[in-house]
């Protein structure tokens, strides 16, 4: 059986791309660039001895950026370096524009009530940032009134107020469909 080198702390970044953290006994090179715990640059020092001045102050030794020349290494608390890469990876995650689509299905026979409440619905969802795709499926002899179901979809559009019609009433065998988003 081979010796294999235990390989370095991996972190998952947003664009799934693995960002590789080696620290303490896994930088692997001769000679790194130190800066210590205040951001001050100590110059090129020898990992070892690096290693060294890192243990005594109680911190870990992170190589923070490999491909310099020589690695630049930090003395860090690196479970508290990894809480802070997750948590500003969690807000990049909350700040993301959300482009889904939410849909409101309707009926011919639909009661005023019913036709209020599915609009506050679509009203929540277009100022959540989604797209709204508005239909009605036509059964049996409702087909026949496709023109019905026609003004029942624009007649709810226009009670949400201005909107941004992206793709207007169109019927597809026994189904009317239309696409809005938020202007």
Do not use: W
Request: one cysteine or more; hydrophobic letters at 30%; a positive charge.
């Amino acid at each position: 059986m081979k010796f294999r080198p235990s390989p370095p702390y991996c972190i998952e970044n947003k664009l799934n791309t693995i960002q590789q953290y080696r620290f303490n006994n896994r930088i692997r090179v001769p000679q790194v660039r130190l800066i210590d715990e205040k951001g001050n640059h100590l110059g090129v020092v020898s990992t070892a001895e690096a290693l060294k001045l890192a243990q005594e102050k109680g911190y870990d030794l992170v190589e923070i950026s490999p491909k310099a020349i020589p690695p630049v290494a930090k003395f860090l608390n690196f479970g508290r370096f990894k809480y802070e890469l997750k948590k500003k990876e969690q807000q990049q995650k909350t700040k993301q524009k959300k482009t889904g689509i939410k849909g409101i299905r309707l009926s011919l026979r639909i009661g005023k009530g019913d036709l209020e409440l599915k609009s506050n619905q679509a009203k929540k969802s277009l100022e959540q940032g989604y797209k709204v795709k508005i239909e009605i499926i036509l059964r049996g002899r409702e087909k026949r009134h496709a023109d019905l179901a026609k003004e029942i979809i624009e007649n709810f559009i226009q009670s949400l107020g201005e909107i941004n019609i992206e793709q207007p009433t169109v019927k597809q065998d026994g189904k009317l469909t239309s696409l809005i988003s938020n202007k």
